[in-house]
């Protein structure tokens, strides 16, 4: 069975630029989260999407968004991109819409963002 | 300060060894309690979840949590170089959906 997948693997983009990042989930989960990952620390939650709506969002700046398709895929936009937007960008995907023991996260590899 | 406190590491041990690992936590109300492991350049895969105190055992892992102390622990015996990784902690409030992590103890276990 595939994993989550996320696409680009690696992206380098300028300051000021806009960035569009996807995932597609688990085949059979609803539930995408996204998390930022700074090199040397842990995620930091981003965004959660469940059925379409958004359920959760962490202590992000607007310039931050996302969005679910019909499909359950996922994108994640940054706008106005800062240098410390760098960092890998994660997107995990679960069958229901809580981190339980019986709907556990499962990641993706991640996006690997540089802005220079 | 930060709600889940983790030893950066790096730590280094001979295979074969008993590994420690531990988070401490300020929120007591997290209820729900994982362990993850993250290769580099990987994304975390889930090793160990718990819901109460007491210690959970799977194959050469144990997950112990102590919510009196707000201290979770996870052991890795008969350790491997296949072992070496970050490890990461992370919980969640029962009705909450996002995790909170700690972040990561970067782990080398020497041939």
């Not at chain 1, 019986?102 to 220079?116: A, Q």
């Not at chain 2, 350049?41 to 718990?50: F, I, V």
């Amino acid at each position: 069975d595939a994993g989550v997948t996320q696409s680009p693997t690696h992206l380098i983009k300028t300051r000021g630029q806009h960035v569009t990042l996807r995932c597609s989930p688990i085949s059979g989960h609803k539930s995408v989260s996204w998390y930022q990952q700074v090199l040397g620390q842990g995620p930091q939650f981003i965004f959660q999407y469940y059925e379409k709506e958004e359920r959760g969002r962490g202590n992000f700046p607007d310039r931050f968004s996302a969005r679910q398709f019909p499909n359950y895929s996922s994108e994640l936009n940054v706008n106005a991109l800062l240098l410390g937007d760098s960092a890998l960008y994660l997107c995990a995907s679960s069958l229901g819409s809580t981190g339980t023991y019986n709907s556990p996260l499962h990641f993706g590899n991640g996006t690997r963002l540089t802005v220079t | 300060q930060k709600e889940v406190e983790q030893d950066p590491g790096p730590l280094s041990v001979p295979e074969g060894a008993i590994v420690s690992l531990n988070c401490t936590y300020s929120n007591s109300a997290f209820q729900y309690f994982m362990w993850y492991r993250q290769y580099s350049r990987k994304g975390p895969e889930l090793l160990m979840y718990t819901y109460s105190s007491g210690n959970k055992e799977d194959g050469r892992f144990t997950a112990q949590v102590d919510k009196s102390s707000k201290y979770i622990s996870l052991f890795i015996r008969d350790s491997q170089p296949s072992d070496s990784a970050t490890y990461l902690c992370a919980m969640t409030l029962g009705s909450a959906r996002q995790l909170t992590f700690g972040s990561g103890t970067q782990l080398t276990v020497l041939p």
